[in-house]
């Protein structure tokens, strides 16, 4: 059982250029959720989503964030135009249907560095 | 929504000694507490939990309480080993998919 496999682990990008980061949930897991750790700072709620739905993006920026978890391949978190202050680890999990937050596996993380 | 606050934000023991971490939450209605490890470079790795209809929960050297009338919940590690060493978080169910943390803490065990 690989787990939450997220891609890429590190990425560098410029202001003003696109971030897309990948989350494969573990096997058997349909529900998919984004976090966001700024440095220093603990992990926030960014999105849920379920195949082809996303269920609730409060914790998402209004613009430039946008996230997908299409019938077939991964779950997108997509930045357009970065900022400096997109800085940070993003994190994905990934439970089955109907554990909810009581059974969630983290990825590794993807570590984005806007210069 | 929930506001979990989580002290110390760092943490420095002797190898062997205790380490105790400490959260409060706003929510009454929050039911679920877990705790997540998390080593340099690694994602959040869940280590224990506990449930608002029970007061303690022990795992070998790990053990969490909890207080519902006060809104805070505790970590305790006993025999502290340098494989300790990581960023802990503390956790509390805001809805039935979402999670709000702690800021974290550093736990660092002296050799």
């Known amino acids: 059982n690989a787990g939450v496999m997220q891609n890429p682990r590190h990425l560098v990008r410029r202001r003003g250029q696109e971030a897309r980061l990948r989350c494969s949930p573990m096997k058997g897991h349909s529900h998919v959720y984004w976090y966001r750790q700024l440095p220093e700072e603990g992990l926030k709620f960014m999105v849920y989503?379920?195949?082809?739905?996303?269920?609730?993006e409060s914790g998402m920026p209004k613009e430039r964030f946008s996230a997908e978890f299409p019938k077939e391949g991964p779950s997108i978190l997509r930045i357009q135009q970065v900022v400096r202050g997109d800085s940070a680890a993003y994190f994905c999990a990934s439970s089955p249907p109907g554990a909810g937050a009581n059974v969630l596996t983290f990825g590794a993380g993807s570590r984005l560095t806007v210069l | 929504g929930e506001n979990v606050e989580q002290h110390p934000s760092t943490l420095s023991v002797q190898e062997g000694d205790s380490a105790v971490i400490k959260c409060t939450y706003s929510?009454?209605?929050?039911?679920?507490f877990p705790w997540y490890k998390q080593e340099l470079g690694k994602g959040p790795q869940l280590i224990i939990d506990i449930r608002s209809n029970v007061g303690e929960k022990k795992d070998q050297r790990i053990a969490v309480t909890l207080n519902k009338t006060a809104k805070h919940f505790s970590l305790h590690i006993t025999e502290t080993q340098p494989e300790d060493s990581a960023v802990y978080f503390c956790?509390?169910?805001?809805?039935?998919?979402?999670?709000?943390f702690g800021a974290g803490t550093t736990v660092t065990v002296r050799a």
């Open positions: 989503l379920q195949k082809e739905n996303i269920i609730d």
């Open positions: 929510d009454s209605a929050s039911n679920y």
């Open positions: 956790a509390a169910r805001e809805s039935d998919y979402k999670l709000s």
